[in-house]
C-alpha cells in the first residue's frame, strides 16, 4: 500500500479523496492555486503545495509543475479526482515515465477511449450497438454534411476528447451544422486542447443510464450496476440516481454486460463508466467511456456500500479486487442532486462570491459532500459546482420524499444557487413517476419562461 498520495484536484472531490486516505493511513500531498491556497479543506492534507496562479491552466492543468512538486514531496501515486487532468493520457504517461502510480486506467487505455470515435469502434467490435455516426473525426464542412444526410437529422455534434457537455451542439438542419461546427471546435479545443469533432444521430425522447465499472490488474472487472443521470441542462447533470427507475431487470441485466465487455476488450483497469442512451423501445446505444471517477459516484457508493476512492487505491497499489461479482446486490435507492454555484434565472450565469451562511441538511440517509462554508469565497475560476446532496433509502417514494425535505434545509446565502430548481425537479410529478427523458429540464425551463 502507498505511505504517500498527491492529490491533483481541488475543492469537494480533493477533500473527499484526502478523507479516504487518512482513513486507510496514507499521508496526502494536496496541490493548489494562489486563489485556493487559504481553503480549509486544505488543512485535512498532511502537505500543501501552490503550483501556480488562479487560472487552471496555469495549476491544476500545468503538468510540469504538478509533476515538480511530485518529486519535490516524494509522493508514490497521484489520484487525478475528476476533471482536470483525469482524462489525459498524457499526464498519465508522464507519471508512468516518472515512476509515480497513476490512480487510473494505464495511459493506453486512455488514449484508446479518450478518443471518442476510437471508443466507438471497441464497442462495434464487441457488437455492442452504438449510434449512427461518422467514423472518424470530421476534417471538413462538407464531410459533416455527408454524414448529417446520411443518418438523417437531427445531429448531435460531440468533442473527440472530452464530455460534460462542452463541445456538444445539436443541429436540425444544414444551417445549424454549418454554425455550430466552428463553435463546437472553438469549445472543445478550450476545454480539451483538442479542436477534433465528431458527429452521431441525436436520438430524441432518450433515457441516460450508465454502468459504474472496476477492473485490477490481474483481469478481473466486475460492474457495480447502474445510474441513472437522464435530468440534464446543455448535456450537463443535474441529478442522479441508482438505480434507474425505468429499466427492466432483463435491459439491466444487458446493459451492464454490455459494459463488462467493452472494459474487457481494452483489459480496463481502476474505476472507469460505460455510458449509454436508452429509448422508450428499450432500445440502448454506446455513447462513450468516462475513464476516470464519475462526480455522481456516490449514489453507487450508497446503494452497494463499496467505498469506490479506496477501491480506486488498492487497486493502484497492486491488490487484486476483493469484490465478486454475485456479492454486488444494490439495496435501496440513492439520488444526488449537484449544488451549483450558478443563477438559474438568469441563464445559469455563475456566481462566484463569499457564502455569508452556510447549513447544510442532515438526518438519517442524507450524506453532504462539501468544501464550502460560511465565509468561503467561490471563485470565478472553476466548475460552478459547490456541493453534493445525497440521501438514501430504502424506496425511490421514501428517498424522494427524503431528498425534498433536505433541500428544503440546505441553506446557502449571499450567492445564488441551483437549490430552488433542485426543489422544484425533485418535487415534480414526471419526476416523481419516472416520465421523463434528456430534454425535461429544458423543456421545463422553457415552459416556466413563458408562464
Known amino acids: 500500500m502507498f505511505s504517500r498520495i498527491m492529490v491533483a484536484n481541488r ?143 437531427p445531429v448531435i455534434i460531440k468533442a473527440s476528447s472530452g464530455g460534460g457537455g462542452r463541445g456538444m451542439r445539436v443541429a436540425h438542419n444544414d444551417i445549424s451544422l454549418v454554425n455550430s461546427l466552428a463553435i463546437a471546435q472553438r469549445e472543445a479545443e478550450s476545454a480539451f486542447k483538442d479542436p477534433s469533432i465528431y458527429i452521431e444521430k441525436y436520438i430524441e425522447d432518450t433515457r441516460h443510464v450508465e454502468v459504474q465499472i472496476f477492473g485490477d490488474n490481474y483481469g478481473n472487472i466486475i460492474h457495480l450496476g447502474e445510474r441513472d443521470c437522464t435530468l440534464q441542462r446543455k448535456h450537463q447533470k443535474l441529478i442522479e440516481e441508482s438505480p434507474s427507475p425505468a429499466i427492466s431487470e432483463r435491459l439491466r441485466e444487458e446493459i451492464c454486460k454490455a459494459a463488462i465487455k467493452i472494459a474487457k476488450a481494452v483489459n480496463y483497469t481502476n474505476a472507469g463508466t460505460v455510458e449509454f442512451l436508452v429509448n422508450k423501445a428499450g432500445d440502448f446505444y454506446f455513447i462513450e467511456v468516462n475513464t476516470r471517477l464519475q462526480v455522481e459516484h456516490p449514489v453507487t457508493e450508497m446503494v452497494t456500500g463499496i467505498d469506490l476512492v479506496k477501491q480506486q487505491i488498492r487497486i493502484a497499489s497492486g491488490e487484486r479486487m476483493n469484490i465478486k461479482q454475485k456479492r454486488v446486490r444494490p439495496r435501496g435507492v440513492a439520488i444526488e442532486c449537484r449544488i451549483n454555484a450558478e443563477d ?105 419562461q413563458h408562464s
Request: hydrophobic share 35%.
Open 344 to 448: 438559474p434565472n438568469n441563464g445559469f450565469r455563475p456566481q462566484p462570491g463569499k457564502i455569508t451562511f452556510y447549513n447544510p441538511p442532515g438526518g438519517r440517509g442524507v450524506r453532504v459532500d462539501s468544501h464550502v462554508h460560511a465565509g468561503y469565497q467561490v471563485p470565478p475560476y472553476y466548475d460552478s459546482m459547490i456541493s453534493k446532496l445525497i440521501v438514501h433509502q430504502k424506496t425511490r417514494e421514501e428517498a424522494i420524499a427524503c431528498m425534498k425535505r433536505a433541500l428544503g434545509e440546505y441553506v446557502i446565502e449571499g450567492i445564488k444557487t441551483t437549490i430552488p430548481l433542485n426543489l422544484e425537479l425533485i418535487a415534480h410529478s414526471q419526476f416523481a413517476s419516472g416520465n421523463i427523458n434528456t430534454n425535461f429540464v429544458e423543456n421545463l425551463l422553457l415552459k416556466n
Open 11 to 153: 475543492g469537494e472531490i480533493a477533500l473527499r479523496i484526502i478523507r479516504a486516505c487518512r482513513e486507510m493511513g496514507i499521508e496526502t500531498v494536496a496541490i493548489c492555486s494562489k486563489s485556493d491556497k487559504d481553503a480549509m479543506y486544505l488543512k485535512q492534507a498532511d502537505i500543501t503545495v501552490c503550483v501556480g496562479p488562479s487560472e487552471a491552466e496555469g495549476s491544476y492543468l500545468n503538468i510540469p509543475s504538478i509533476i515538480s512538486a511530485a518529486e519535490i514531496t516524494d509522493i508514490e501515486a497521484i489520484h487525478p479526482g475528476y476533471g482536470f487532468l483525469s482524462e489525459v493520457s498524457h499526464f498519465a504517461e508522464v507519471c508512468e515515465s516518472s515512476k509515480i502510480v497513476f490512480i487510473g486506467p494505464k495511459s493506453d487505455v486512455l488514449k484508446k477511449l479518450g478518443d471518442k470515435t476510437e471508443a466507438r469502434k471497441i464497442a462495434q467490435a464487441c457488437k455492442v450497438p452504438v449510434v449512427p455516426g461518422s467514423e472518424s473525426v470530421i476534417k471538413s464542412q462538407q464531410q459533416a454534411l455527408d454524414v448529417a444526410h446520411k443518418i438523417g437529422y
